[in-house]
């Protein structure tokens, strides 16, 4: 039997070919992606962006991140276990521990990286991981480097997930939701999976991203709508750059877990620590929605109103819960056009297609900004409905 040498080397003009073979793949499907640079000066109404509490340019936030910059440098100069963590860092902490009302928290450099560090920490070879199929990008990651045992259930099924959990193999288990799904804005029923929970000795691991600044008292989170704060088994990894406006992430919970991370979380050990000015203009964010809660409300509002008006026009709409809603296209090239007319009419929308969305169903996702005006709400309405496809 010949036995074949090694393989006839590549040029190396040659050696990444592959890659035009697979952009043309998804050109072919319609799903190009391009970065589009904004100017600092706003030119478009922004229903496209999470900034769900119109915080991001509001001048005591942005004042105190320049402060900050000044203060303490551009940079935070390392990670949080050599030079990184300031005060500033430790308020932060502190006061969204408060404000959520969990034992502690921990700040990260992103809520992707927060993400990563709590599903990584909290599962292993030796663990079960029950997800929705429906979690964010960053948890799905975090689930992949874990190297659990991984089962993804039907959306938003709770008796799934308890099924899920009475049958799995190992002793420890963790179950992973977002509590409101970045794509549709629905919200998962967080009593009835930390029920099962319980009933299976699992602990629960909560993205709020979506929900910090939004749902619940004041804006306190789904978590904190749904009593599970400072349940004994629920960990709960917020962002910082949506409600907040600024930039990081977060994991909150009991103190032994914060303590576990901050030992054992690879994406905060080895990683370079917030900015201060991103977390001065956390801080102050927070502040602000502490002293200003009908923020939260004028969000929930807004995007109620929205999909109320699509609903009457005959665009098949989410049902929004928070401030994230989604109007389905029928097709991508579809949704991609609807997204170009309505930034020609000066109104800046998502646009979802696959892969990212986990349905397969392209959207526009429109996203409520508090600091909208009603006469700003009616403008996007109309470009939105008068631009829509006519097979939509």
Not at 221 to 248: F, I, M, R, W, Y
Request: aromatic share 4%; net charge negative.
């Amino acid at each position: 039997m010949s036995v074949e040498g090694p393989a006839a080397p590549v040029p190396a003009d040659n050696v990444l070919d592959w890659l035009d073979v697979e952009a043309e793949k998804r050109a072919q499907a319609g799903l190009v992606r391009r970065l589009r640079p904004r100017a600092a000066a706003a030119t478009e109404l922004d229903l496209a962006g999470n900034d769900y509490l119109g915080l991001a340019r509001d001048k005591r936030v942005a004042g105190a991140a320049a402060a900050a910059a000044l203060k303490w440098g551009a940079g935070s100069t390392g990670s949080r276990l050599v030079t990184g963590s300031t005060e500033l860092h430790a308020e932060l902490e502190q006061e969204l521990a408060r404000f959520c009302g969990t034992q502690a928290a921990l700040v990260f450099s992103s809520g992707f990286t927060a993400n990563l560090g709590a599903v990584t920490t909290l599962s292993g070879r030796e663990s079960a991981i029950v997800t929705d199929a429906s979690i964010h990008a960053s948890l799905i990651e975090g689930c992949r480097l874990s190297r659990a045992d991984i089962a993804a259930v039907a959306h938003n099924d709770p008796s799934a997930v308890a099924h899920a959990l009475r049958t799995r193999r190992h002793k420890r288990a963790l179950v992973v939701t977002d509590s409101v799904f970045s794509v549709d804005g629905d919200k998962a029923d967080l009593t009835a999976l930390n029920n099962a929970c319980r009933e299976t000795g699992a602990a629960m691991l909560v993205d709020d991203a979506h929900g910090l600044g939004v749902l619940g008292d004041g804006g306190k989170g789904a978590v904190h709508e749904a009593g599970l704060n400072a349940a004994p088994d629920v960990v709960t990894t917020v962002t910082l750059s949506k409600a907040l406006g600024a930039q990081g992430g977060a994991v909150l919970g009991p103190r032994r877990v914060i303590r576990h991370l901050t030992e054992t979380a690879r994406s905060f050990i080895f990683d370079t620590a917030l900015a201060p000015a991103s977390a001065a203009a956390a801080l102050t964010a927070l502040r602000v929605l502490v002293e200003e809660p009908q923020r939260a409300e004028r969000a929930r509002e807004i995007t109620a109103t929205m999909a109320e008006r699509f609903a009457a026009a005959g665009l098949p709409t989410s049902t929004p819960e928070a401030a994230v809603l989604a109007v389905r296209a029928p097709f991508p090239d579809d949704a991609v056009a609807w997204a170009a007319r309505c930034a020609e009419r000066g109104v800046r929308v998502g646009c979802f297609r696959p892969p990212s969305v986990p349905d397969g169903i392209s959207r526009l996702r429109l996203t409520a900004n508090a600091g909208l005006t009603d006469a700003e709400v009616e403008q996007a309405i109309q470009v939105v409905t008068e631009t829509a496809p006519a097979a939509s």
